[in-house]
């Protein structure tokens, strides 16, 4: 029990701010934070010491706020027609609007390796470059580039979904 207690204090805070830059909501980013733990805590056999445990909870994190926001999504009523963004928009400017935001991770969540982990850490973790590359033992120019190549698969998928 000890390995576990361990593992919450020293990655408690990096998994709530994790949660924070997601959710933009303290109650919710504690919410997730604690269920991450949960799941963590059930799980720790499938983790198999491929990655940092850090990314490891921070992945748990993103799915579970991931399945908390469609959750939501049931017991709220959808935006009016008329307000879409422009498509003159970045991305990740589109992302504040929550239907355009619902559509990006759809995408993502079909993404392949590690474009799909690289744009989730950038966007949504809101990661330098230099911890990304940190993160998967690589150079910032290769979290770049990745990250570059990511986001454009991600609008030419948007662009083929838009009538």
Known sequence: MADVEQIYEQYFQEVYLFALSLSRN????????QETFVK???????FKGNCKISVWLCQIAKNTYFTYMDKQ??????PPPDTR???????EQ????????????????DLKEPYKEVFTLRVFGELSFDHISQI??????????TFHRARNIIQD???E???
């Open 26 to 33: 303290q109650q919710i980013a504690e919410e997730i934070t």
């Open 40 to 46: 963590a805590l059930k799980n720790i056999d499938q």
């Open 73 to 78: 999504k049931r017991f709220e009523p959808g």
């Open 85 to 91: 963004p422009g498509t003159n928009l970045t991305m």
């Open 94 to 109: 589109q992302l504040i609007d929550k239907t355009e935001a619902l559509c990006i991770h759809k995408l993502l969540h």
């Open 136 to 145: 998967f033992g690589r150079t910032e120019s290769w979290a770049r580039v």
């Open 157 to 159: 998928l948007l662009l």
């Open 161 to 163: 979904e838009k009538p």
